[in-house]
C-alpha cells in the first residue's frame, strides 16, 4: 500500500531530496507524552468481537483526536488559519504526508525486502521501540526525526503504527486465513492503517460536511482494497513461496483447497471463485471514493491515481480471464497517461454532501 502512494507522489530514491524540503527544526522534534499501550494490540484486544467492529474502534478514535483538533488550537499543530497560503499549506502537508509514508515503506520492507530472511521477531521489537522513542521525541535518525517532527505537528495516534508492525509479524508467522474476518484484521494491520496515518496529515476540506468518522471509514476502505486487490493480484507468486492469502472456507465454498491454488489451473470453479472475490474488491474501492474528495483539496490527487490505478488491476485480472497464477495483472503505461489526468480532474471537484 505504502509502496504505491509513493510511487504515485515521489520517485524511488528521493528519500533524501525530500528531507532537503523539510524545516530544519526536524532535528529536535518537540516531545509529547507517550501513553502506554500494552503489548497486544488494541484492535485485538477483544477476541468476541469481529475484526471490523474492532478496528472500527481503531477508526473512531483516530477521528476523535482529529475533531478535537479542529475544534480548538493544539499548541504546534497546523491548522488552516496560520496564515499562510492555501498553496504554502498545502506544500506543508504534502511533505509530511511523503514522510509517513516512507516509514510505511521502510517498515514493509523488514518483511518483504531484500534482507526479509534475516528479520526475526525480535528485530521487529526493536523496530517497534523505536517508534515508542521516536514519539517521544527520540528519534534514532534523519528518517525518523522527520516522522517525530510530523507526529508533532499533527493529531496522529501511535496505534496504527504498532498495528501496522503487528502485520509484519504476522507475515513471520502465518501463512493461511481461515476466514475473511482473519483476513480482514491482516489487510487493515498492513494497508488499512496507512489511510488512518494519512487522514490527519492530508487534513479535511474545512468546507466538508462529512463526518470525520467517515472520512476515516473512506481511507480505511482505500487501504483495504488496494490490499485485497494486491492479494489477488499475486496469487501465483504467493503461492511459490507457500503461501494462500486466500478466505480458506470461501475457497472451500467455491469447490477449492489450497492444492488447487498450488497446481495453479484456471478451472471454471475458480473464475467464479475469483468474480467473488473481485467484487468485494470493488465494492471497497466503492466505499473508498465517498471520502477522497472531503480531503483537503491539495492532497486529494495522489490519493485519487492510487485509486483508480489500483483498481484497474482488478480489471485486467478479469482480461487475463483470471489467470493470476501465471500472469501478472498491471496497468500499462498508455492506461497510467489516461488516468493521471482523470484523478486529477476529479481532485479538483468540490466536496460531496454524505453526511
Known amino acids: 500500500m505504502a509502496g504505491v502512494l509513493l510511487w504515485v507522489v515521489c520517485p524511488k530514491g528521493n528519500a533524501t531530496a525530500l528531507l532537503s524540503l523539510i524545516p530544519r527544526s526536524v532535528n529536535k522534534p518537540k516531545k509529547r507524552p507517550l501513553k502506554r499501550i500494552s503489548a497486544i494490540s488494541s484492535a485485538v484486544a477483544n477476541p468476541v468481537r469481529s475484526s471490523e467492529q474492532r478496528v472500527y474502534d481503531v477508526v473512531l478514535k483516530q477521528a476523535a483526536l482529529v475533531k478535537e483538533q479542529r475544534g480548538e488550537k493544539k499548541p504546534g499543530y497546523i491548522t488552516y488559519d496560520t496564515g499562510a497560503s492555501e498553496s504554502r499549506l498545502g506544500d506543508i502537508r504534502y511533505v509530511w504526508w511523503l514522510v509517513t509514508l516512507i516509514w510505511c515503506r521502510r517498515t514493509d520492507e523488514l518483511v518483504d525486502g531484500p534482507n526479509a530472511s534475516q528479520i526475526t521477531p525480535r528485530a521487529l521489537d526493536r523496530w517497534e521501540k523505536r517508534l515508542?522513542?521516536?514519539?517521544?521525541?527520540?528519534?534514532?535518525?534523519?528518517?525518523?526525526?522527520?516522522?517525530?517532527?510530523?507526529?508533532?505537528?499533527?493529531?496522529?495516534?501511535?496505534?496504527?503504527?504498532?498495528?501496522?508492525?503487528?502485520?509484519?509479524?504476522?507475515?513471520?508467522?502465518?501463512?493461511?486465513?481461515?476466514?475473511?474476518?482473519?483476513?480482514?484484521?491482516?489487510?487493515?494491520?498492513?494497508?488499512?492503517?496507512?489511510?488512518?496515518?494519512?487522514?490527519?496529515?492530508?487534513?479535511?476540506?474545512?468546507?466538508?460536511?462529512?463526518?470525520?468518522?467517515?472520512?476515516?471509514?473512506?481511507?480505511?476502505?482505500?487501504?483495504?482494497?488496494?490490499?485485497?486487490?494486491?492479494?489477488?493480484?499475486?496469487?501465483g507468486e504467493d503461492a511459490r513461496r507457500g503461501r494462500v492469502y486466500l478466505p480458506q472456507d470461501?475457497?472451500?465454498?467455491?469447490?477449492?483447497?489450497?492444492?488447487?491454488?498450488?497446481?495453479?489451473?484456471?478451472?471454471?470453479?475458480?473464475?467464479?471463485?475469483?468474480?467473488?472475490?473481485?467484487?468485494?474488491?470493488?465494492?471497497?474501492?466503492?466505499?473508498?471514493?465517498?471520502?477522497?474528495?472531503?480531503?483537503?483539496?491539495?492532497?486529494?490527487?495522489?490519493?485519487?491515481?492510487?485509486?483508480?490505478?489500483?483498481?484497474?488491476?482488478?480489471?485486467?485480472?478479469?482480461?487475463?480471464?483470471?489467470?493470476?497464477?501465471?500472469?501478472?495483472?498491471?496497468?500499462?503505461?498508455?492506461?497510467?497517461?489516461?488516468?493521471?489526468?482523470?484523478?486529477?480532474?476529479?481532485?479538483?471537484?468540490?466536496?460531496?454532501?454524505?453526511?
Open 132 to 235: 515508542d522513542d521516536l514519539f517521544e521525541g527520540r528519534p534514532y535518525d534523519m528518517l525518523d526525526a522527520a516522522l517525530s517532527n510530523t507526529v508533532s505537528k499533527y493529531p496522529v495516534d501511535i496505534q496504527p503504527f504498532k498495528d501496522m508492525i503487528e502485520g509484519m509479524r504476522l507475515d513471520l508467522k502465518k501463512s493461511r486465513y481461515t476466514n475473511f474476518d482473519e483476513l480482514y484484521l491482516y489487510c487493515y494491520y498492513v494497508a488499512g492503517t496507512v489511510g488512518l496515518m494519512s487522514v490527519p496529515v492530508m487534513g479535511i476540506a474545512p468546507e466538508s460536511k462529512a463526518s470525520v468518522e467517515s472520512v476515516y471509514n473512506a481511507a480505511l476502505a482505500l487501504g483495504i482494497a488496494n490490499q485485497l486487490t494486491n492479494i489477488l493480484r499475486d496469487v
Open 250 to 355: 470461501e475457497l472451500a465454498r467455491f469447490g477449492l483447497s489450497d492444492g488447487d491454488v498450488f497446481r495453479g489451473q484456471v478451472t471454471d470453479r475458480w473464475r467464479n471463485f475469483m468474480k467473488d472475490q473481485i467484487k468485494r474488491a470493488r465494492m471497497f474501492f466503492d466505499e473508498a471514493e465517498k471520502g477522497v474528495s472531503e480531503l483537503n483539496p491539495a492532497s486529494r490527487w495522489p490519493v485519487w491515481a492510487s485509486l483508480l490505478l489500483y483498481r484497474q488491476i482488478l480489471d485486467s485480472i478479469e482480461d487475463n480471464d483470471y489467470n493470476n497464477f501465471n500472469k501478472r495483472a498491471y496497468v500499462g503505461k498508455a492506461k497510467k497517461l489516461t488516468s493521471l489526468p482523470v484523478a486529477y480532474g476529479r481532485a479538483l471537484m468540490g466536496t460531496s454532501k454524505f453526511i
